[in-house]
């Protein structure tokens, strides 16, 4: 028995023992990694005493890294495939040294692309324009640019990966609020206003449900001009779901805190599919909150050099999965990353 019986916590033995033994009898071993007893232990680390919290952390993760040994010797046992030399030379050109690819017929395109495409179609008929984010930033983009200062508690809401260098996998498409002001902001000179969408990938340190991905897509919308106000704000998004939703919704806004703007909203959409009589959709609450939006604080205009005494706008971050399961009736957000072509062929 790999899974070592020693130790010392009593707690954690007794857990170690329990997983122990239903280890052997799962099929999808690598399940016991995610086992509920095991993030039970971590939750308790918060509120130990400092003095415990180290030895008490440090065997957790002996258990953890204990029952992953014992998971992959269990995977190597089932399946003996030939490993992969992922650094041969691959040469296109050599006779059956061509990769198998798959008919193309065979393959879709991404629901979630294809729903991407008819949010951006609204937007462009709207009068903006859009650029991807990217997926590494930095923490000048990620936090500084926002309005997020070195320390300030609100950077806990966004717990991401950080590269070894300091680089970021961003957690919201604002990281590009920044630079798309800076690059726009000669319309405003010209008495135009400045009008983007934001379509990217963002990544979170996330517990994964059916709701919550590591991994999943965002639209960020930013819009600056002279005496924009909360009004424009709701009326652009209102136009836009009724649009995509194809249906009249009524919309709500409730106070929110976000650094990056003053006031800050959450905003809720009427349930598109049963017209706030309550389903399963909204939990049968009637409403749906979508997103965050709120009116750009002046301090995020001034560090792209727009005089906030002069202009104002508005910005929201919307999830794009979420928005997509609702159109297309999809149950669980992991399907989107999972690349399973049961789920994909629907969408042939
Ligand atoms: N970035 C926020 C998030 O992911 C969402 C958001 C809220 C974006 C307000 C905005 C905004 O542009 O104004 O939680």
Redesign the pocket.
């Known amino acids: 028995m790999a899974v070592s019986m020693s130790y010392k916590n009593k707690k954690i033995a007794d857990v170690a023992e329990v997983l122990q033994k239903r280890l052997a009898k799962l099929d999808d071993k690598a399940s016991i990694l995610r086992a509920t007893e095991l993030k039970a232990l971590y939750a308790e680390l918060p509120q130990l005493r400092p003095e415990e919290k180290a030895a008490f952390g440090k065997e957790i993760n002996q258990l953890k890294a204990d029952l992953a040994e014992e998971v992959a010797k269990a995977g190597a046992k089932a399946e003996k495939l030939e490993p992969i030399d992922v650094t041969a030379p691959f040469d296109e050109n050599v006779k059956g040294n061509k990769p198998r690819l798959l008919p193309t017929d065979q393959g879709s395109r991404h629901p979630l692309m294809t729903e991407l495409d008819s949010v951006l179609d609204i937007f462009y008929r709207m009068g903006f324009t859009a650029i991807e984010s990217r997926q590494i930033d930095d923490d000048y983009h990620m936090f500084e640019t ?1 309005n997020f200062p070195e320390g300030h508690p609100a950077r806990d ?2 717990d991401t990966f950080m590269t070894k260098e300091g680089l970021i996998a961003p ?4 990281t590009m ?1 920044n630079r798309v002001l800076k690059a726009h902001k000669k319309n405003l000179k010209d008495g135009k206003p400045i009008a983007v969408v934001i379509p990217g990938r ?1 990544f979170r340190n996330e517990d994964v449900d059916a709701r919550h991905e590591h991994t999943f897509y ?1 639209l ?3 819009y600056v001009g002279k005496n924009i106000n909360a009004g424009n704000l709701i009326a652009t998004l209102k136009t836009f779901l009724e649009e995509y939703y194809q249906q009249e919704l009524d919309v709500k806004t409730q106070p ?1 805190y ?1 650094p ?2 003053e006031p ?2 959450e905003f809720a959409i009427s349930c598109p599919f049963c017209q706030k009589k309550g389903c399963q959709v909204c939990s049968y609450a009637g409403w749906i909150e979508l ?6 604080h002046p301090n995020v205009l001034k560090m792209a050099g727009i005089d906030a005494n002069e202009y104002t706008g ?6 794009i999965d979420r928005l997509v399961m609702m159109k297309q009736n999809i149950e669980d957000v992991r399907h989107s990353e999972s690349g399973k072509l049961e789920f994909l062929r629907q969408f042939k």
């Open positions: 926002l809401d966004y957690a919201h498409t604002s609020q963002v965002q960020e919308g930013v929110f976000f990056f703007t800050s909203f997103l965050g939006c709120g009116m750009i508005f910005a929201w971050g919307c999830g």
